[in-house]
């Protein structure tokens, strides 16, 4: 079982980047996503969830009215587009999968995708 995050790059700050989190060898379908990033010299940080009982999504604060969560089960692919991205956005960004569907524990992780927001 993988998960393949990718979509990441450099932008200006106020740009926007769609990330991907495809998976293999399992069905998404039945799985929360959540993208989660680490900034250099800094924790894990959770970022979103989208949950796949009815497809709604949580956020933290910080992300809140920028990035969105979607999926496309038929391509098994989860997407966080991130738009008008600001400097404290850069990080290596990671999606991983959760079997409950709660977003609360990840039994697949993907590997990272490193997004960069700088002038």
């Known amino acids: 079982f993988q998960l393949q995050a990718s979509g990441g790059g450099l932008v200006q700050p106020g740009g926007s980047l769609r990330l991907s989190c495809a998976a293999s060898?399992?069905?998404?379908?039945?799985?929360?996503i959540a993208w989660f990033r680490q900034a250099p010299g800094k924790e894990r940080e959770w970022v979103s969830c989208?949950?796949?009982?009815?497809?709604?999504?949580i956020y933290t604060d910080s992300v809140k009215g920028r990035f969105t969560s979607s999926r496309d089960n038929a391509k098994n692919t989860v997407y966080l587009q991130m738009n008008s991205l600001k400097p404290e956005d850069t990080a290596v960004y990671y999606c991983?999968?959760?079997?409950?569907?709660?977003?609360?524990?990840?039994?697949?992780w993907g590997q990272g995708t490193l997004v960069t927001v700088s002038s």
């Open positions: 991983a999968a959760d079997s409950t569907s709660m977003c609360e524990v990840y039994d697949y």
């Open positions: 060898g399992f069905t998404l379908d039945y799985y929360a």
């Open positions: 989208i949950r796949s009982s009815d497809g709604s999504t």
